[in-house]
Nanobody, 125 residues
Framework: QVQLVESGGGLVQAGGSLRLSCAAS????????MGWFRQAPGKEREFVAA????????YYADSVKGRFTISKDNAKNTVYLQMNSLKPEDTAVYYC??????????????????WGQGTQVTVAS
C-alpha cells in the first residue's frame, strides 16, 4: 500500500552536502516511522537515521550524528535526509524505509516493512 522513491543522490566532494528525499505514495499517515539505511559494496545494510511519523522523535547512528539531519513534511508525505560534512566512508546506496507496525525496532532493517529502491551517494576525496 506504500511505495517509496528516493532521489537526490549523486557525486560530491568530501566536506560537501547532499539532501536526499523520499517520496511516499499511498497511505503514510498510519506509518509508525520512516528511516534511512545505507549499504556499501560487500557490506551489510546499516542504520543511518529514523523519525517517528506522529511524534517526530529522531534517531541517529553514531557515525552520522551531528552531520546528518532527518526531517519530514507531512503534507507532501516526504522524508528528507540532509547530509553535511560528507566523508568518503559515507559512500553507499541509501535506502528509504517505512514501517506501520506497532512499536518496531527502528535500528535494524527487519524493523521495516516498506523499502525504496535506493539512491547512490558517492563522496570523493
Amino acid at each position: 500500500q506504500v511505495q517509496l522513491v528516493e532521489s537526490g543522490g549523486g557525486l560530491v566532494q568530501a566536506g560537501g552536502s547532499l539532501r536526499l528525499s523520499c517520496a511516499a505514495s499511498g497511505r503514510t499517515f498510519s506509518s509508525y516511522a520512516m528511516g534511512w539505511f545505507r549499504q556499501a559494496p560487500g557490506k551489510e545494510r546499516e542504520f543511518v537515521a529514523a523519525i517517528r511519523w506522529n511524534g517526530g522523535s529522531t534517531y541517529y547512528a553514531d557515525s552520522v550524528k551531528g552531520r546528518f539531519t532527518i526531517s519530514k513534511d507531512n503534507a507532501k508525505n516526504t522524508v528528507y535526509l540532509q547530509m553535511n560534512s560528507l566523508k568518503p566512508e559515507d559512500t553507499a546506496v541509501y535506502y528509504c524505509a517505512a514501517v506501520n507496525r506497532f512499536e518496531p525496532n527502528l535500528w535494524v532493517p527487519t524493523g521495516y516493512n516498506y523499502w525504496g529502491q535506493g539512491t547512490q551517494v558517492t563522496v570523493a576525496s
